[in-house]
C-alpha cells in the first residue's frame, strides 16, 4: 500500500479538477482569497471533502492512486511519475486518466 501525506492545498486542486467545467465557470465569476479569514462551517465542509476524497481514492486500484497522487498531490511530470512507478509515461497517463474518471464517477453526487 502507498502512503501519502495529506496537502489540502493540494486536494483543493484535486477537486477542482475532478468537478468539472461547471465549477470552474463558477470559479472564474467568484474570487478565490485564500489569505481572508474562513467561516468554521466553510472549513469543515472543505475538511469534509477532503475525507471523501481521500476514500475515494483509497478504494482505487494500487497503480491509479500512485499516478494520482504523484501527479495530483506530488506535482510531478508524467516523466517524473513513470521513473517513481518503474513504468513507460504511457502507463502513467493510461492510470492517471482512468483514475480521474472514476474519481468524477465517484464524487459527482457529492459535488452537485
Avoid at 486536494?11 to 465557470?25: D, F
Avoid at 478504494?59 to 510531478?76: F, I, K, N, S, V
Avoid at 504511457?90 to 459535488?111: C, M, P
Amino acid at each position: 500500500m502507498c502512503v501519502f501525506f495529506f496537502k489540502p492545498k493540494a486536494a483543493y486542486e484535486v477537486l477542482r479538477s475532478l468537478v468539472g467545467s461547471e465549477m470552474c465557470i463558477r470559479d472564474r465569476t467568484a474570487s478565490i482569497n485564500t489569505s481572508a479569514p474562513r467561516s468554521p462551517a466553510r472549513i469543515l465542509a472543505g475538511e469534509r471533502g477532503a475525507e471523501v476524497l481521500m476514500d475515494a481514492v483509497k478504494r482505487l486500484p494500487q497503480r491509479q492512486q500512485q499516478a494520482c497522487m504523484l501527479r495530483c498531490w506530488e506535482g510531478l511530470s508524467t516523466a517524473e511519475s513513470a521513473q517513481a512507478m518503474g513504468c513507460s509515461e504511457g502507463s502513467v497517463k493510461t492510470h492517471y486518466s482512468r483514475a480521474l474518471h472514476t474519481l468524477r464517477e465517484q464524487l459527482e453526487d457529492h459535488w452537485q
